[in-house]
């Protein structure tokens, strides 16, 4: 029997003075080497000792004793507050299950079903689980109102915000995203271009509608020329919106849809009436989810909520040793994505 296997533990999980018989250093020392304590100095070959006993021994550190030590339990709440863990949730909390990993952190999921009451008590929970800080998400970016015991630990909220701002948001920048969608139809040569919105008190709507007005007065256009009906996000709507347009004397070269859904309905409706899609008219999505707009037939141009981002960031700046948490609201990019379904107008642009 080598000397080795006379100092393994005869049962049981191991522990830290396990480790540290076996590589023959002190206990403190395996902490060191574990824990990148800085300021302590250990030799390379201290250091593998330490590092192959662990595996050998298949030795795991303690993280509620650790937590009970230095005051945290390297734990993440993520609080959806919605109905269900829809896609939405799906994308920010792989953001953040990932970002969480990386730093040492475990992420603790739980959903409110939309109820403010159910809100406060799963954050209850949540804090006498010793929990060391908040992701609070919803789907639809809006107001909310989180419990006021989410004070008591760092808390970021995911693709909403509280009124006054007072706890700091990650929000997606539907201002600049609705103004870069325009843009790119502006840049093909569009100048008839109509917009059928999402729900019309929306937050996100009348972002990406200011954005779309930015980008025609940037390009010397009267917004009020041109055309904008308000839907409610499904495809039913952007399809009955679409019929609404084309019984019109003069049918825009491309239309803007508040979401990839309602472009789907927008495609049916054009293809009823015979036209083709980019050579006729060309259509122009927002969200780039469910990879719906990837495949269906053109592939969908569109704009890309950056759900998976937002979460990610949110777990970084809640990370012990990551980045200080930024106060008010932090708007992150929505990228265009450009495939098939948007071309050159195939007729002069007027004006």
């Given at each position: 029997?080598?000397?080795?296997?006379?100092?393994?533990?005869r049962?049981?999980?191991?522990?830290?003075?396990?480790?540290?018989?076996?590589?023959?250093?002190?206990?403190?020392?395996?902490?060191?080497?574990?824990?990148?304590?800085?300021?302590?100095?250990?030799?390379?070959?201290?250091?593998?000792?330490?590092?192959?006993?662990?595996?050998?021994?298949?030795?795991?550190?303690?993280?509620?004793?650790?937590g009970?030590?230095?005051?945290?339990?390297?734990?993440?709440?993520?609080?959806?507050?919605?109905?269900?863990?829809?896609?939405?949730?799906?994308?920010?909390?792989?953001?953040?299950?990932?970002?969480?990993?990386?730093?040492?952190?475990?992420?603790?999921?739980?959903?409110?079903?939309?109820?403010?009451?159910?809100?406060?008590?799963?954050?209850?929970?949540?804090?006498?689980?010793?929990?060391?800080?908040?992701?609070?998400?919803?789907?639809?970016?809006?107001?909310?109102?989180?419990?006021?015991?989410?004070?008591?630990?760092?808390?970021i909220?995911?693709?909403?915000?509280?009124?006054?701002?007072?706890?700091?948001?990650?929000?997606?920048?539907?201002?600049?995203?609705?103004?870069?969608?325009?843009?790119?139809?502006?840049?093909?040569?569009?100048?008839?271009?109509?917009?059928?919105?999402?729900?019309?008190?929306?937050?996100?709507?009348?972002?990406?509608?200011?954005?779309?007005?930015?980008?025609?007065r940037?390009?010397?256009?009267?917004?009020?020329?041109?055309?904008?009906?308000?839907?409610?996000?499904?495809?039913?709507?952007?399809?009955?919106?679409?019929?609404?347009?084309?019984?019109?004397?003069?049918?825009?070269?491309?239309i803007?849809?508040?979401?990839?859904?309602?472009?789907?309905?927008?495609?049916?409706?054009?293809?009823?009436?015979?036209?083709?899609v980019?050579?006729?008219?060309?259509?122009?999505?927002?969200?780039?989810?469910?990879?719906?707009?990837?495949?269906?037939?053109?592939?969908?141009?569109?704009?890309?909520?950056?759900?998976?981002?937002?979460?990610?960031?949110?777990?970084?700046?809640?990370?012990?040793?990551?980045?200080?948490?930024?106060?008010?609201?932090?708007?992150?990019?929505?990228?265009?994505?450009i495939?098939g379904?948007?071309?050159?107008?195939?007729?002069?642009?007027?004006?």
């Open positions: 029997m080598s000397t080795h296997e006379d100092h393994r533990p049962a049981g999980r191991p522990r830290r003075t396990d480790v540290a018989r076996l590589a023959g250093v002190s206990p403190a020392t395996v902490s060191f080497v574990l824990n990148k304590t800085a300021g302590q100095t250990i030799s390379d070959e201290t250091r593998q000792r330490v590092l192959q006993a662990v595996a050998e021994l298949g030795y795991r550190p303690n993280r509620a004793a650790q009970l030590r230095q005051g945290r339990s390297a734990t993440i709440g993520f609080v959806s507050h919605d109905a269900d863990f829809g896609v939405f949730a799906a994308s920010a909390i792989k953001g953040a299950h990932e970002a969480s990993v990386r730093q040492g952190n475990l992420l603790l999921l739980v959903n409110t079903g939309g109820s403010n009451r159910q809100a406060a008590q799963l954050v209850g929970e949540l804090l006498d689980r010793q929990t060391d800080a908040l992701i609070f998400a919803a789907a639809g970016t809006r107001s909310v109102v989180i419990p006021e015991s989410a004070g008591r630990v760092p808390t909220l995911v693709n909403c915000f509280v009124p006054d701002d007072s706890t700091p948001s990650i929000l997606p920048d539907e201002v600049r995203g609705g103004r870069e969608a325009a843009q790119a139809l502006l840049d093909l040569g569009h100048r008839d271009i109509a917009y059928l919105t999402g729900t019309a008190s929306a937050w996100a709507t009348k972002a990406r509608l200011r954005g779309f007005r930015e980008a025609l940037g390009a010397g256009l009267d917004p009020r020329d041109h055309t904008v009906l308000s839907g409610n996000y499904h495809a039913d709507s952007g399809y009955e919106l679409a019929r609404r347009l084309l019984r019109r004397d003069a049918r825009p070269t491309a803007m849809c508040g979401n990839d859904r309602m472009a789907v309905g927008v495609l049916l409706a054009l293809l009823e009436a015979g036209l083709r980019p050579e006729d008219v060309s259509v122009m999505g927002y969200d780039d989810q469910f990879q719906l707009a990837a495949e269906i037939h053109p592939a969908l141009s569109t704009v890309r909520l950056p759900y998976e981002a937002m979460g990610r960031l949110a777990a970084e700046q809640l990370a012990a040793d990551g980045p200080a948490v930024q106060t008010g609201r932090t708007l992150l990019h929505c990228p265009l994505v495939r379904s948007t071309a050159a107008p195939a007729r002069p642009a007027r004006g």
